[in-house]
């Protein structure tokens, strides 16, 4: 396989991550949130294991396979429940700009953890990722405190599980980095959540008033499982085959692409001050991510101007 080619499908991966929101809130306007989210992760860990196979355990740090599994279920939780609870599509789209701080906090964790030096740009970058928010939250309203908080009681729950799950998946990528040693058990990650979503669905529902499936749900459901799952497999293409220094780039803008593509499929229309807040975001994480890579930049920019 060509590198261009390994580079095009790794980039399939943003688009298809960038899908999940939409999709995942169609499914839960029609079968309702618990449901919803328990079959997309069922039928994503079906194509995983298929995918990847059951992971060798012996061979995967003990202390980390037991952290991270704890993580990505929570996040996971965190950020499929923010959207499935969103009260309107609209709000799915702002609830999914809030989990999107989570490449700045990475920053942020990566800093805390002592794996990179505190630079000024990553408080200019985070600082300017939270206005996005805001701006995304107040629209064309006057940007006040007040205006924010009566956005944000609407639906408390939602925007809460979203900024949790970015904090936890910024920890879940210091840890993956610190700790896995190479490994991905990305299956078995799924497996625990299915497990557990299975669990908590068997005591909660009520089994007695099953909604009723249409086609179209079927085919959402099997859509967003698919993109959730190939997503992965075809990411991990990317960065193993592919450049990686352009699909880290091109993951930067992920919330403009997620916002974009959530907009066709829950056909939204989003107001000029949201996506100047989607922007903000964007351009937030990418000034952290020039932060942890400010000396390379600086020898190629002098390189480049001393050639010219």
């Given at each position: 396989?060509?590198?261009?080619?390994?580079?095009?499908?790794?980039?399939?991966?943003?688009?298809?991550?960038?899908?999940?929101?939409?999709?995942?809130?169609?499914?839960s306007a029609s079968i309702g949130a618990d449901l919803a989210v328990t079959l997309m992760y069922s039928f994503s860990a079906c194509i995983l294991l298929l995918l990847f196979g059951i992971p060798k355990l012996k061979q995967i740090p003990k202390s980390y396979l037991i952290f991270a599994a704890v993580l990505f279920v929570i996040y996971e939780l965190c950020f499929s429940y923010a959207i499935a609870l969103s009260q309107t599509p609209q709000q799915a789209i702002e609830v999914s700009?809030?989990?999107?701080?989570?490449?700045?906090?990475?920053?942020?964790?990566?800093?805390?953890?002592?794996?990179?030096?505190?630079?000024?740009?990553?408080?200019?970058g985070l600082a300017i990722s939270l206005l996005g928010i805001v701006l995304t939250q107040t629209g064309n309203h006057s940007m006040s405190w007040a205006t924010l908080s009566?956005?944000?009681q609407t639906n408390p729950t939602s925007?809460?599980?979203?900024?949790?799950?970015?904090?936890?998946?910024?920890?879940?990528?210091?840890?993956?980095?610190?700790?896995?040693?190479?490994?991905?058990?990305?299956?078995?990650?799924?497996?625990?959540?299915?497990?557990?979503?299975?669990?908590?669905?068997?005591f909660t529902h009520d089994f007695t008033a099953i909604p009723h499936f249409d086609l179209s749900t079927c085919l959402y459901i099997l859509l967003v499982s698919c993109v959730t799952a190939l997503g992965y497999a075809a990411w991990n293409v990317g960065i193993i085959q592919g450049n990686i220094t352009i699909l880290v780039t091109l993951s930067y803008f992920s919330p403009i692409f997620s916002t974009l593509i959530s907009m066709l499929i829950l056909q939204t229309r989003l107001s000029s001050e949201f996506w100047q807040g989607a922007i903000l975001v964007t351009i937030g994480s990418f000034i952290c991510w020039i932060s942890t890579n400010w000396q390379a930049i600086k020898v190629k920019l002098y390189g480049f101007f001393k050639i010219s």
């Open positions: 396989m060509s590198r261009n080619l390994a580079t095009l499908i790794g980039f399939s991966a943003i688009l298809q991550w960038s899908s999940i929101v939409g999709l995942l809130k169609k499914i700009l809030v989990n999107y701080l989570w490449p700045s906090l990475t920053i942020v964790m990566l800093i805390i953890f002592k794996e990179i030096k505190f630079n000024g740009f990553v408080v200019a009566d956005n944000i925007y809460l599980l979203a900024f949790l799950g970015a904090s936890l998946w910024s920890l879940y990528c210091v840890m993956t980095k610190k700790y896995s040693q190479g490994h991905n058990p990305i299956a078995l990650f799924f497996v625990a959540i299915t497990l557990v979503l299975w669990t908590k669905l068997f």
